[in-house]
């Protein structure tokens, strides 16, 4: 679908030139979810992609699914990277978008864009994607990915997104990313043998379609685990110290205990909070990584 556009041209006293482009972006029409998502969790050297079923689980691709390369990349091997895993998931690398010029990051992203509406409109299903007007939320001890992301254009990966799937007329929606890289990683990561961005994504589209995330037995039980490890390696000559037990860790323990108990009989938007569980929940998978 082509859109109409205005230009500008001007001429500033210093000899330069200004365009100005003027266009109307058609309204994304309102997702349906009868069929499920395609939920998206943008990095800095790419995306993870999950693709949830109506029920909210991460279902396998249809048959005759392939990830659509795009031609114009080619300078080396390895410069678009598709990395699947079981049940729905993959990982799109590009590992220039990281480290690549503006002008070249930009025109990386707008091939990236273009896959990922492209994979959408196969599967017949809304993209689904972080709002980053709420931040993004980070579950990473590594030094190097974290200095990647906080210099990454998060906003320029989601607008190039948007403007494609308006282009296409696949349906959009965005969703806070609050909590979603911690709640990954608790309840899916290792249920689903996937990377903490996949795990992210999943619960980036759960969340679109309106599923709540209960607390579960198991994970109750694994953070009563991770108590009782760590309070065998407390040095006894210094209270309250240790190799993993630091005060601010017991602090969050006891307040863990509390929050774990009335978690699922909490809204989804209480749930959500920040004084919920999960940012406790998040130091205390710093501390013991």
């Known amino acids: 679908m082509k859109l109409p556009y205005a230009v500008e041209l001007i001429r500033t006293l210093e000899g330069r030139y200004l365009v100005h482009l003027t266009f109307e972006v058609v309204r ?11 939920a998206i969790d943008t990095n800095p050297d790419g995306v993870a992609l999950c693709n ?8 396998p691709w249809a048959e005759g699914f392939s990830v659509p390369y795009p031609g114009n990349l ?22 220039d978008l990281a480290h690549a010029s503006s002008f070249r990051r930009n025109y990386l992203i707008g091939v990236l864009a273009k ?52 282009k296409e007329g696949v349906p959009f929606k965005l969703v806070s990313p609050r ?28 969340r679109a379609m309106g599923f709540r995330e209960r607390v579960t037995e198991e994970l109750r039980q694994l953070v009563s685990q991770i108590k009782q490890n760590l309070t ?37 938007s209480e749930q959500e909070a920040y004084n919920s569980v999960w940012p406790d929940l998040k130091l205390l998978a710093l501390s013991v990584r």
């Open 52 to 59: 949830v079923s109506a029920s909210g689980q991460p279902e």
């Open 232 to 268: 065998r390696k407390v040095n006894p000559d210094r209270p309250g110290e240790g190799k993993g037990m630091t005060r601010g860790v017991r602090a969050c323990l006891r307040r863990l205990e509390e929050r774990l108990s009335v978690h699922n009989g909490l809204a989804q």
């Open 74 to 95: 080619g300078k080396y091997e390895g410069e678009f990277q598709v990395i699947p895993y079981p049940n729905g998931f993959l990982y799109i690398r590009i590992p």
């Open 28 to 38: 994304v029409q309102e997702p349906d979810f009868a069929k499920g998502c395609l």
């Open 115 to 166: 896959v990922v509406v492209d994979i959408a409109f196969f599967s017949g299903k809304p993209i689904v994607l972080e709002n980053l007007n709420f931040g993004k939320d980070r579950l990473d001890t590594n030094k190097k990915f974290n200095r990647m992301a906080s210099n990454f254009p998060f906003a320029k990966m989601v607008g190039a997104m948007y403007r494609r799937a308006v």
């Open 179 to 206: 909590h979603t890289s911690t709640i990954g990683y608790w309840k899916y990561m290792k249920r689903y043998a996937v990377p903490v961005h996949c795990a992210a994504a999943l619960v980036t589209g759960r």
